[in-house]
T-cell receptor
Framework: AQTVTQSQPEMSVQEAETVTLSCTYDTSENNYYLFWYKQPPSRQMILVIRQEAYKQQNATENRFSVNFQKAAKSFSLKISDSQLGDTAMYFCAFMKRGSNTGKLIFGQGTTLQVKP | DGGITQSPKYLFRKEGQNVTLSCEQNLNHDAMYWYRQDPGQGLRLIYYSQIVNDFQKGDIAEGYSVSREKKESFPLTVTSAQKNPTAFYLC?????????????FGPGTRLTVL
C-alpha cells in the first residue's frame, strides 16, 4: 500500500522569502503522479503543481517548483517570493498512473503561515 | 462557469438522523469521489464512482451510502450508523480518458452533529 508523509505540521515564512515544504512517499509502483494541493482558509482545495514520475524534469508553475527525487521517494515544494495569499494548508498526494480507481493518497498536510 | 458545487456549505445533524450532502459537476467528468477531512489526518476516501449506476467503497465507507443516477451528480448520505460524522466533506471529479489524472475539488460541506 502507498503512504504519503509530511513531517512538518506547521511552518512559517516572511513575505518575499522562500520556503520549502517536505513530502516523502512509499510505493512499489514505478509509474505514478505526485501532486501538491493548497487549501486556504476558504477550505477550497486548489491544485498547485503536478509531477509525472517518468519525467526527470522537475515541474514548475510560476513561483512554485518541486524537487522530485524518485530514488529517495521525496517530493518537496518550493515557494519563492512568498506572498500573504500563500497562507494555507498544503497537501502532498500520490496517484498510481493508469489507476482504474483514480484514488489519491494524501499526506497529513502542512500549515504554512506567511508573515508580513 | 464549469466547476463542482457542493451544498449545503454547513449542515447540522441530530443524533440518529440521516443527512444527504449534494455534489454536482458540469465538467463532463466520468469519475467522482467523496473524501472526508479530519484535523491532522489529511483526506480519506469514502466512496468513488467511475460510471453512472456504479460505485465502489473507499477506505472508510462504513456508515455512508452514495448513488450515481446521473453523470453530473454524486450525493453522499451520512447514515445514523456513522459513529463520528462531524467532519469536513469534499467532493471531487476527474476525467478518466487521456492524460488527465488531476482531480478537481468542490468547496466542501462542514457537517456537525449536535
Amino acid at each position: 500500500a502507498q503512504t504519503v508523509t509530511q513531517s512538518q505540521p506547521e511552518m512559517s515564512v516572511q513575505e518575499a522569502e522562500t520556503v520549502t515544504l517536505s513530502c516523502t512517499y512509499d510505493t512499489s509502483e514505478n509509474n505514478y503522479y505526485l501532486f501538491w494541493y493548497k487549501q486556504p482558509p476558504s477550505r477550497q482545495m486548489i491544485l498547485v503543481i503536478r509531477q509525472e514520475a517518468y519525467k526527470q524534469q522537475n515541474a514548475t508553475e510560476n513561483r512554485f517548483s518541486v524537487n522530485f527525487q524518485k530514488a529517495a521517494k521525496s517530493f518537496s515544494l518550493k515557494i519563492s517570493d512568498s506572498q500573504l495569499g500563500d497562507t494555507a494548508m498544503y497537501f502532498c498526494a500520490f496517484m498510481k498512473r493508469g489507476s482504474n480507481t483514480g484514488k489519491l493518497i494524501f499526506g497529513q498536510g502542512t500549515t504554512l503561515q506567511v508573515k508580513p | 462557469d464549469g466547476g463542482i458545487t457542493q451544498s449545503p456549505k454547513y449542515l447540522f445533524r441530530k443524533e440518529g438522523q440521516n443527512v444527504t450532502l449534494s455534489c454536482e459537476q458540469n465538467l463532463n467528468h466520468d469519475a467522482m469521489y467523496w473524501y472526508r477531512q479530519d484535523p491532522g489526518q489529511g483526506l480519506r476516501l469514502i466512496y468513488y464512482s467511475q460510471i453512472v449506476n456504479d460505485f465502489q467503497k473507499g477506505d472508510i465507507a462504513e456508515g455512508y451510502s452514495v448513488s450515481r443516477e446521473k453523470k453530473e451528480s454524486f450525493p453522499l448520505t451520512v447514515t445514523s450508523a456513522q459513529k463520528n460524522p462531524t467532519a469536513f466533506y469534499l467532493c471531487a471529479s476527474k476525467q478518466l480518458a487521456g492524460n488527465t489524472d488531476t482531480q478537481y475539488f468542490g468547496p466542501g460541506t462542514r457537517l456537525t452533529v449536535l
